[in-house]
């Protein structure tokens, strides 16, 4: 499965929550955006995280929100608190 082969390259890469500081993070948001799109909610939640913290990037709040917003759909807790948490 595709989707997840992207999503295990973003853990073998150390781009997980946490250990991605010291990481290539545009590359991340890269890898998260096409685990994302196949539907690894995980990543999408990771990919919301970095838009939100401007990451590989520059930081965007509704990027961040919508990111947020489909693994929350789909059940996922972190995912629903980090978009009520964001401002």
């Known amino acids: 499965m595709k989707t997840h082969s992207m999503f295990q390259k973003t853990c073998d890469a150390g781009y997980m929550k946490g250990s991605w500081a010291s990481k290539d993070e545009m590359r991340a948001r890269s890898f998260f955006r096409m685990a994302c799109d196949g539907g ?36 996922v807790g972190v995912a629903c608190a980090s978009l009520k948490d964001l401002h």
Do not use: I, T
């Open 40 to 75: 690894q909610m995980r990543s999408c939640d990771l990919l919301g995280e970095l838009y939100e913290q401007g990451k590989g990037g520059s930081g965007d709040d509704a990027l961040a929100r919508v990111f947020y917003m489909k693994p929350c759909d789909h059940g």
